[in-house]
């Protein structure tokens, strides 16, 4: 397997989208066939933050993989900065093949290099493959998320 990694471009976006919505929680939060203004506004603001890195891998010039990174510095453990990975997808037909794993081999590596002391991520209760996937990669369930959904006017 021959990966690449790489900042996502605006052509990426549909098949990001695409990504995201091909489970069966993605179908209900996403839908890669509506028009993408509202992910294209998300995107141009990820682009335009320095401390977001929107990474698609690649296999032979297709995407097969996508995760956020977010950077976090922070007051707490002393001034530390944190690693945050968010919206991981890989593609159904490339599922079991070392995809992910590689995906945080990278995603972690680069945290490193971002000065980060931590990496944390969040996952949904309903997904108990991804829990055993985080840890099988060492990641620990520390915490008890709580998320507060707004209703935008």
């Known amino acids: 397997m021959a990966l690449i990694f790489r900042k996502a471009r605006a052509g990426d976006l549909a098949t990001i989208v695409g990504l995201l919505a091909d489970d069966d929680l993605g179908r209900q939060r996403e839908d890669a ?14 682009e335009a933050d320095r401390n977001q890195f ?28 944190r690693g945050m990975i968010e919206a991981v997808r890989v ?17 972690i590596a680069t945290c490193r290099a971002e000065g980060c002391t931590l990496v944390q991520l969040t996952t949904d209760k309903t997904r108990p493959d991804a829990h055993r996937f985080y ?6 369930a520390s915490h008890v998320g709580y998320k ?3 209703v935008q006017g």
């Open 54 to 81: 929107l990474c698609v891998a690649e296999e032979d010039g297709q995407v097969v993989g996508t995760l956020q990174l977010s950077f976090i510095p922070g007051l707490s453990r002393g001034g530390a900065k």
């Open 91 to 107: 593609a159904g037909d490339q599922r079991s093949k070392g995809v992910g794993r590689a995906m945080f081999d990278w995603a």
């Open 135 to 140: 840890d099988a990669l060492g990641f620990e």
């Open 33 to 46: 066939s509506r028009d993408l203004t509202a992910y294209q506004r998300a995107f141009e603001q990820i």
């Open 148 to 150: 507060l959904h707004l």
